[in-house]
Each structure stands twice: as C-alpha cells, then as structure tokens.
C-alpha cells in the first residue's frame, strides 16, 4: 500500500521551488518539459489524485478513486475507478473516462453520471438533479519502497556522489542522474532499485511524454514514461516494451518521485548457443507488482538482439528530461556462505550407513554370482568325476577284450 502524506504541506512544497524546463519541442509538438513545478501555471495544480465516499443508487457508499491530468491549454481528461485508486484494496480495474476545461481556477469534467467540480484540494460530485452524492479530498501517495537503502552486498550505482558506475551520464545541476547512462558493471541475475522523476510535459502526449526506459542487458527494456490517469497500456509505465501491458498502471503524477524494483534472471544457453531457458522478470512500480515473472522469448522493441553475451544496463535517453536517484542493484550470483562445505556429523552419519547399505549389497551379489557358476548349478563334469568314469570303464573293455580271443 502506498504511503499517503499531507497534501497541504506537499503542495505548499512544490508551490516554493524553483522553476526549471527543458525545451522538449522538437518538431513533434512536445512542447516545453518542467523539472520541478512551473509557477503562474493555473493548470499544473489542479492535476493529481483524489478518494472519497460517493452515494450510488440512493444509499449505497462506495470509495471513488479520481485521477486527472492536464493536456495543455487547460483542457484536462480523467479516470475515475470505483472501490479505490490503483494499487488500492477494493480497487476496480474498468474505470470511468471523463474530460474537461478549466474555468479560473477549477475544472469541470463530464462523461459519467456525474459532474465532478475539481479544485485544489478537494472535488465535488453532483448527479443530473444537482444533488452533491460525494466529495474526494486530493491525495498524494508515496512509493513504500520510495528511499530504500541498499542492503548489505548491493553495489551502489548512484548515490549524487558521482557517475563512477556509469558511462555516458551526466548529473543535472540539483545533484540527479540525466536520462542516457550506461551501468559499467555487467550483471546477469540482479534485483535492481531505480527512483525516478518523470516531468510534466503538459502539451506533449503518448511516447512524447517523459519517455525513458531501465533496458536490462540492453536488450529488455522496463518502460518509463507519464502514463498517469491513462489505462494500461503496452508500451506504457511498468509495461515489458511492447511485449506485455502492466498489471496495473500504477504511474504517479509526474514531478512526483517514483519506484522501480526489478528482479531479473538471465536467459541460459547451450554451448552451441542454442537458448534453453528465457529471460525472466518480476517488477514493482511504486511498491505495487505489474508483472509477476514473465518469461521474455526475445528481445523487446529497440533492445539488441539476444545471445550469450552479458551487455550493460542502460539508462534510456529519449530526448525528455527524466531524473534518477538512489540507485543500486544486488547481484544475485554473488551468493554468500563458507566453502570449502563441511558435512555435519548427521551428514557423516547417513553417508556411512548409505556405504554399509551399499558394501552389504554388493557381497550379497558376488556371493549369488559365485554360486551359480558352480558345476552343480551348470550341470558340468568334474575332474574328479571324469576320472572316475575313466576307472569304472576301463576294466569293463579289458575283459572283453578276453572273450574276444
């Protein structure tokens, strides 16, 4: 469950620090990209994420979950979800698609059953006869795994230190990892702790909107981008690239700081480089699982092609200003424990009687090969009895020899 944290002492925050863009126009219609919260915009503050108690079909309470954003020139669209926000217990997945325009400082959105009044803090539901049926209060919910210390073996890839760990990086003015870094440390089974900071792009919309990406090895790329307030998609926040849609879209508004924790298990091959096993991944976006192991048959989108050859983790630059803190990775082939390995004296113990089990088996066997190959269990003549034999015959041919004269 996401942590929550007020939403007056968060905002006021943001309303304080200073202004930064990045100019992201680029032909495509982007549009200016800002890397903390814009001030004079009117628009910027109505975003976000709001839950409450709403009245259905006369009496009935249920939570309502509502997520807006904005898409440039203070037009706005939103996802309303029954039971919750996404990640939420109770939460239903089918959500509710509404749109609106902002009127000085509030927005009206339309599309469902009801009219939602939203501002700052707080939205107001009314239904077709202009009865308030609910109010949601906004909400900011914060990654549980969000400042998570790298335990004890992990190797600290970034800390704002310095890119030591890295090739191709740059850190921005504020002490943050630039988007297009390659790990220089080569892993093949990792779990990796990644946080990011996705900007607001109000103008731009899709694959043009805080693009980035985690590809692992280079060839299996993690997507990153500001799919908040949309449905799931497959190339969308928490998605396998184009290969599998998230289990739940579990994006944050952007300039919010946000989790990626990846565990991932390497393809094996033969030594004629055949594959016998695939790639194997499990990731959690803010703390919430969007895909639970999923075997990769091959590369996904741009990722280089697959072989038996480790390639670095890269840090995808798609022209959009997304910021990377606290990273750092567990290698999980480095395993831990004492060798030489000493058997305990129980170990001892079962392998001598296994011996004796065995050494008894095997006299009993020699002693039932030696007794069938005797003469009586093969029906051969001795020595002794062909002698004999000769002895009793020999008298018996003399004597009739005798008469024979």
Not at 121 to 142: D, Y
Not at 211 to 236: H, I, K, M, W
Not at 247 to 260: H, R
Not at 348 to 365: P, T, V
Request: net charge negative; hydrophobic share 35%; glycine share 10%.
């Amino acid at each position: 469950m996401l942590r929550t944290i007020s939403s007056v002492v968060l905002f006021s925050a943001l309303l304080v620090a200073p202004t930064s863009f990045v100019d992201a126009a680029d032909g495509k219609g982007k549009g200016p990209a800002f890397t903390s919260a814009p001030e004079n915009d009117a628009n910027f503050p109505l975003m976000g994420e709001f839950l409450g108690d709403i009245k259905i079909d006369g009496d009935t309470v249920r939570p309502l979950g509502l997520q807006i954003r904005h898409v440039g020139h203070g037009s706005f669209e939103a996802l309303s979800f029954l039971g919750g926000l996404p990640g939420q217990e109770g939460h239903e997945s089918k959500p509710m698609r509404m749109i609106g325009q902002r009127s000085e400082d509030f927005v009206v959105l339309s599309g469902g059953p009801w009219a939602i009044f939203v501002e700052k803090e707080h939205c107001l539901l009314l239904n077709r006869k202009g009865e308030q049926v609910g109010k949601l209060a906004r909400t900011h919910r914060v990654s549980p795994t969000l400042g998570a210390q790298a335990p004890e073996g992990a190797t600290v890839l970034f800390d704002g230190t310095n890119v030591d760990q890295f090739s191709n990086a740059q850190i921005s003015e504020d002490g943050l990892l630039m988007e297009g870094a390659d790990i220089k440390p080569m892993f093949q089974d990792f779990n990796l702790h990644v946080e990011f900071k996705i900007p607001y792009m109000p103008q731009a919309d899709g694959q043009s909107r805080g693009n980035s990406g985690l590809y692992l090895q280079s060839r299996y790329e993690c997507q990153v981008l500001d799919s908040f307030a949309t449905e799931p998609v497959f190339d969308g926040l928490g998605a396998l690239y184009r290969f599998k849609v998230p289990d739940f879209n579990m994006a944050l508004p952007p300039l919010t700081w946000q989790t990626y924790d990846v565990h991932f298990t390497a393809p094996r091959w033969a030594a004629d480089g055949t594959k016998i096993r695939d790639a194997r991944i499990t990731s959690w976006v803010n703390g919430v699982k969007v895909q639970g192991d999923v075997a990769l048959p091959n590369k996904t989108g741009a990722g280089k092609q697959e072989e038996p050859l480790l390639l670095p983790i890269r840090i995808q630059n798609h022209g959009d200003p997304v910021r990377f803190r606290n990273i750092w990775i567990v290698d999980r082939g480095l395993a831990s424990g004492e060798f030489p390995v000493r058997p305990t004296p129980e170990q001892l113990i079962a392998i001598a009687n296994a011996d004796q089990e065995g050494k008894d088996a095997s006299d009993q066997a020699t002693e039932t090969l030696e007794a069938s190959e005797t003469p009586e269990a093969t029906g051969e003549k001795t020595d002794s009895q062909d002698a004999e034999n000769a002895e009793t015959t020999e008298p018996a041919t003399a004597e009739t020899a005798t008469e024979s004269k």
